[in-house]
C-alpha cells in the first residue's frame, strides 16, 4: 500500500497537467495583484494630493485597503479573482483526474488491481486525486497573499 501510495503521489505531482494547474492558478493571481496594486497607487497617490496641494483632511471613513481584502482570496470583484474563482473546479481536477480513464484504458488498472489488491489501488489513486487538486488550488491562493503582502501595507 505505502509503495503504491508513493507511486500514485509521484505521478500526480509529477505530470505536466498539474504544473499548467499551477501555472494557470499563478497567472490568474498575478492578473488579481496587476488590478489591485494599480487602485491602491491610485489612492495613495489621491490622498497625498489631497494632504499636500489641496489643504483638505481626509475622511476617517475612506476605504480601507489592507492585505486581506485585496489578495485573490479576499475580493471577488476584479477580472482575475472572477475567473480564479469560477474555473477552481477545473484547475483542481484537471492535475490527477484523467489518470484513472487512461490507466483503465490501457489495462495498468486491471494489472495493479490483481498485484496490489482493489482497495489499496482506488486508495491510494484517491489520496493522490486529493493532495494533487488541493495543492493546486491552495499554492494559487498562497502565491496571491505573498505577492499581495509585498505591495500592501499592514
Known sequence: MRNLLKIE????FGNKYFIISLFIGCSLSMLCLIYNAG?????LQLE????QE???SINPYHAVFTLFNHWIGGE???LGSSLFFFIFPLL???PYGWSYCEEKRNGYARMTVVLAGKKAYFLSKYIAVFFS???AMTIPLIFSLLCTAMFFLP
Open 9 to 12: 503521489l509521484k505521478k500526480s
Open 39 to 43: 487602485v491602491y497607487q491610485d489612492y
Open 48 to 51: 497625498h494630493y489631497v494632504l
Open 54 to 56: 489641496a489643504d483638505y
Open 76 to 78: 471577488g470583484y476584479s
Open 92 to 94: 483542481t481536477a484537471l
Open 133 to 135: 487538486g488541493a495543492l
